[in-house]
Antibody, heavy 124, light 108 residues
């Protein structure tokens, strides 16, 4: 059974960089060939896709956040990570990592496994 | 960016009744549409992909239909555990993949 777990600071100061890691268990990030995504949810609001990464390092980012986002993968640790720079209070949200199903003849970019989420608050 | 619009925002339903939720895309997404259920304090859970294919372990009372721009999620007989927020997501045109704002299904 695939499981994802987010980790990282719950409090980040304005203008600093938010850094989170998603650890995947029950399956390798390199086997099967799937994309790992970061998705956030502002308090009481809907879901916003931030970006994703393939085990090879290919990334896609939400254009609205692209200038501030970097997603990377560490296959040796079975992890992928998010960095969001120059944060403001508007970046306060629950951050989820999620997996899209393995790519076969094509990739399907819905999300079949999710982490429990980690709440990040931006405040001084 | 494809905008996903869900209606209604809130749906009040009695246990045992049928619930019908709607999702409209601002342009065609074919059948590249997923539905998720989110309960308070939990991450979203995949219900439906490909507009109509139930995910593993999802009860048969959940069904999805539609294509192009108009989609429906039907819960045939609401159980107590079904009261939650439901989101649709398109994965046809990217980036970004986009979600609707959700429909809250509450007890009438």
């Amino acid at each position: 059974q695939v499981q994802l777990q987010e980790s990282g600071p719950g409090l980040v100061k304005p203008s600093q960089t938010l850094s989170l890691t998603c650890t995947v268990s029950g399956g390798s990030v390199t086997s099967g060939g799937y994309y790992g995504s970061w998705i956030r949810q502002h308090p009481g609001k809907g879901l916003e896709w931030i970006g994703n990464i393939y085990y090879s390092g290919t990334t896609f980012y939400n254009p609205s956040l692209k200038s501030r986002v970097t997603i990377s993968v560490d296959t040796s640790k079975n992890q992928f990570s998010l960095k969001l720079t120059s944060v403001t209070a508007a970046d306060t949200a629950m951050y989820y990592c999620a997996r899209s199903p393995p790519c076969t003849t094509a990739c399907q970019y819905y999300f079949d496994y999710w982490g429990q989420g980690t709440l990040v608050t931006v405040s001084s | 960016e494809i905008v996903m619009t869900q209606s209604p925002a809130t749906l009040s339903v009695s246990p045992g009744e049928r619930a019908t939720l709607f999702c409209r895309a601002s342009q065609s997404v074919g059948s590249n549409l997923a539905w998720y259920q989110q309960k308070a304090g939990q991450p979203p859970r995949l219900l439906i992909s490909g507009a109509s294919t139930r995910a593993t372990g999802i009860p048969a009372r959940f069904s999805g239909s539609g294509s192009e721009t108009e989609f429906t999620l039907t819960i045939s007989s609401l159980q107590s555990e079904d009261f939650a927020v439901y989101y649709c997501q398109q994965y046809y045109d990217w980036p970004p993949w986009t979600f609707g704002h959700g429909t809250q299904v509450e007890i009438k």
